[in-house]
């Protein structure tokens, strides 16, 4: 079983900055990819960022140049440095892990709201 924990959401002005973390109960050099999903109120659910075990990295379109994904692997720990932040990204924030069987897992999901 593998448990994922996202921390570091909240409220944040426009503009503003915040860094999500997500903790994994196993080696993330171990899985396939790791990355970031956000859902918000009456949508579906988007792709944010993801990191292959090569390191290779991807974005969506709407956060190039604004977000970071990057990794501790001694921490078993993914974070996403959220810059330059617009109400647009309101959303719950989800970060999941796919073995590399493709099974994929996922966290419960931190708020993340964008408001002046």
């Known amino acids: 079983q593998v448990q994922l924990v996202e921390s570091g959401g909240g409220l944040v002005q426009p503009g503003g900055s915040l860094r999500l973390s997500c903790a994994a109960s196993?080696?993330?050099?171990?899985?396939?990819?790791v990355g970031w999903y956000r859902q918000a109120p009456g949508n579906q659910r988007e792709w944010v960022a993801a990191i292959t075990s090569r390191g290779f990295t991807n974005y969506a379109d709407s956060v190039k140049g604004r977000f970071t994904l990057s990794r501790d692997n001694a921490k078993n720990t993914m974070y996403l440095q959220m810059n330059s932040l617009t109400p647009e990204d309101t959303a719950v924030y989800l970060c999941t892990l796919t073995t590399r069987f493709s099974r994929q897992y996922w966290g419960q999901g931190i708020q993340v709201t964008v408001s002046s």
């Open positions: 196993v080696s993330i050099l171990s899985a396939d990819a």
